[in-house]
T-cell receptor, first 111, second 112 residues
Framework: EDKVVQSPLSLVVHEGDTVTLNCSYE??????LLWYKQEKKAPTFLFML????IEKKSGRLSSILDKKELFSILNITATQTGDSAIYLC???????????FGGGTRVLVKP | ETGVTQSPTHLIKTRGQQVTLRCSSQ?????VSWYQQALGQGPQFIFQ???????GRGNFPPRFSGLQFPNYSSELNVNALELDDSALYLC???????????FGPGTRLTVL
């Protein structure tokens, strides 16, 4: 069965700090890895990674995938209070099918 | 805003009752998935519908059932509610053959 593990479980930082979130996975027939941000209810899509070593960036957020070591990292630089959320990573079973999620990392950014 | 809508926003039921949750997918998306998210956990896959047929199911008992309509909207039905069914129920839509799923705001179900 596919398995996704995120660490740390939670962390508290101050505005301006850099945050690094980890996601390791064990899946058969890897296709991609997705990152979502969940503030109140709806997880909102951040990145999809398919190729190893290629960094995806969007403003202060960036993510990279290591297909050999089976993990991904999400970095947030110059954190703001609006970055406070649960960050989820997930892998799909097959195209467009079941997503297996990790337990999430809760990030709290203090002013 | 993903264009995926869900109703109702909140719901309170008692054990043994039945509930129906609704989801309208993003325009053009004909695949809808349902997830259950318990407090402090990641979402768990319940099932997926594609062209009105069930297209994959997670480890949920048969009292969790669903429907998809010709306009791609979907329903999740849960019979004989149990206390452990209290959770956030998320609906997600996507185009077939793509991995990115877009989530609605969810329905918070509380079973007393």
């Amino acid at each position: 069965e596919d398995k996704v593990v995120q660490s740390p479980l939670s962390l508290v930082v101050h505005e301006g700090d850099t945050v690094t979130l980890n996601c390791s996975y064990e899946v058969t027939n890897f296709r991609s890895l997705l990152w979502y941000k969940q503030e109140k209810k709806a997880p909102t899509f951040l990145f999809m990674l398919t190729s190893s070593g290629i960094e995806k960036k969007s403003g202060r957020l960036s993510s990279i995938l290591d297909k050999k070591e089976l993990f991904s990292i999400l970095n947030i630089t110059a954190t703001q209070t609006g970055d406070s959320a649960i960050y989820l990573c997930a892998v799909p079973k097959a195209a467009g099918n079941k997503l297996t999620f990790g337990g999430g990392t809760r990030v709290l950014v203090k002013p | 805003e993903t264009g995926v809508t869900q109703s109702p926003t909140h719901l309170i039921k008692t054990r043994g009752q039945q509930v129906t949750l609704r989801c309208s997918s993003q325009s053009g998306h004909n695949t809808v998935s349902w997830y259950q998210q318990a407090l402090g956990q990641g979402p768990q896959f319940i099932f997926q519908y594609y062209r009105e047929e069930e297209n994959g199911r997670g480890n949920f008992p048969p009292r969790f059932s669903g429907l998809q309509f010709p306009n791609y909207s979907s329903e999740l039905n849960v019979n004989a509610l149990e206390l452990d069914d209290s959770a956030l129920y998320l609906c997600a839509s996507t185009w077939p053959g793509t991995d990115t799923q877009y989530f609605g705001p969810g329905t918070r179900l509380t079973v007393l």
